[in-house]
């Protein structure tokens, strides 16, 4: 079996045997307000997050031209679709505050570039690791400008076929490559979950972290990922699940964040490392339960396996087997020992 590699993100490191790391998206949830973009990094950072995650796009490049003009209803009043795109989009002055605001508060933060434009902007910033949408999959152009950053790239799966998974892998390899299992639904109904895709996910792409970025309502799937084996999760943060916005109904308010990673740390404690031992807490227990004591060691018929010589274990083993008493065994038996 192929060694899980590891990704480092400044001094933490994602893979098999890490503690899981937990990134807070916050995306477009600012709304376009930096004040409550500050207030959700430091909600992130209260619920206990390694990392928050905002998004960048170029309207120009990322909204069909047919769309631009369709005008739709929004809190700033009727407005055309690409104008819309404007109003919730961080410039280089919101992007450097945000910059310094997790800095000093110690936090690592990191976008979702959805073009290459993109990629140029949030590079400036020097980012620890990049991550491309479900969306983005299938653009392998973008993929490859992601990558040639040097950094490691996180690539969600949503909305996408084995086959198409194949491909975005096959065009940035599997170093510094991280994957997370996700179904693009906002929000999405627990059929269409499908955990069971991170053991295929591993299988398919052996060495690579995988990990679950999370749409649906509720905490209990992410949970389950966990114990599931993935390595990082990704869950939507909001201030209110009522606020206007296409992706605050899938989110998740900040102490519910942090209910999910208090959680997510015991689940981790929990699941141990699968060496069965008698406890010390088990031992009062034992001592007042248990019938037939052991001391902590094995009897055969009687015998403690710590009192027998290797000869006279021989000799057990040997009788349990052909139904004879141990002790008028050949002498031969000895010879293995003298």
Same mark, same amino acid.
Request: glycine share 8%.
């Given at each position: ?6 990704? &480092? +993100? ?7 045997? %890490? ?5 807070? =998206?916050? @995306? *477009? ?57 404007? &109003? +919730? ?7 450097? %505050? ?5 800095? =000093?508060? @110690? *936090? ?136 206007w916005g296409s992706d605050q109904a899938a989110s998740v308010e900040v102490?519910?964040?942090h209910h999910l990673v208090r959680n997510i740390r015991d689940i981790e ?70």
């Open positions: 079996m192929q060694r899980e590699n590891k990704v &480092k +993100v400044n001094h933490r490191a994602i893979g098999s045997g %890490e503690p899981v790391y937990v990134v807070a =998206e916050i @995306g *477009i949830n600012h709304n376009g307000s930096l004040e409550l973009a500050k207030k959700l990094i430091d909600g992130a950072i209260f619920a206990g997050c390694d990392a928050v995650k905002f998004q960048k796009r170029t309207p120009e490049l990322c909204v069909p031209q047919a769309q631009w003009a369709v005008e739709r209803d929004t809190p700033w009043g009727r407005m055309s679709y690409l104008d819309y795109r404007y &109003k +919730v989009e961080f410039g280089p002055d919101e992007f450097a %505050e945000i910059d310094r605001h997790c800095r =000093e508060r @110690g *936090i690592t933060w990191f976008a979702s570039c959805w073009d290459e434009a993109a990629v140029a902007f949030i590079r400036e910033f020097d980012p620890p690791l990049y991550k491309a949408s479900s969306a983005s999959l299938t653009d392998h152009t973008l993929l490859k400008a992601m990558k040639d950053t040097g950094k490691p790239l996180m690539i969600s799966t949503g909305m996408s076929n084995m086959a198409e998974i194949r491909a975005a892998v096959k065009a940035v390899g599997v170093e510094n490559l991280l994957l997370a299992h996700s179904t693009s639904a906002y929000p999405c109904p627990v059929n269409e979950l499908n955990l069971r895709m991170l053991d295929t996910l591993r299988c398919e792409f052996p060495g690579v972290p995988v990990g679950y970025s999370g749409h649906e309502v509720g905490l209990a799937p992410t949970w389950a990922a966990v114990t599931l084996g993935a390595c990082f999760i990704e869950r939507h943060v909001t201030l209110d699940r009522a606020m102490m519910g964040l404690t929990s699941l141990g490392d699968g060496i069965k031992q008698v406890y010390q807490s088990e031992l009062k227990v034992q001592k007042k339960l248990r019938r037939v004591q052991t001391n902590g060691h094995h009897h055969l018929n009687g015998y403690s396996q710590q009192s027998l010589s290797a000869p006279e274990l021989t000799r057990f083993l040997y009788g349990a087997i052909l139904d004879h008493d141990p002790f008028t065994l050949p002498s031969e038996l000895d010879a293995h020992y003298e």
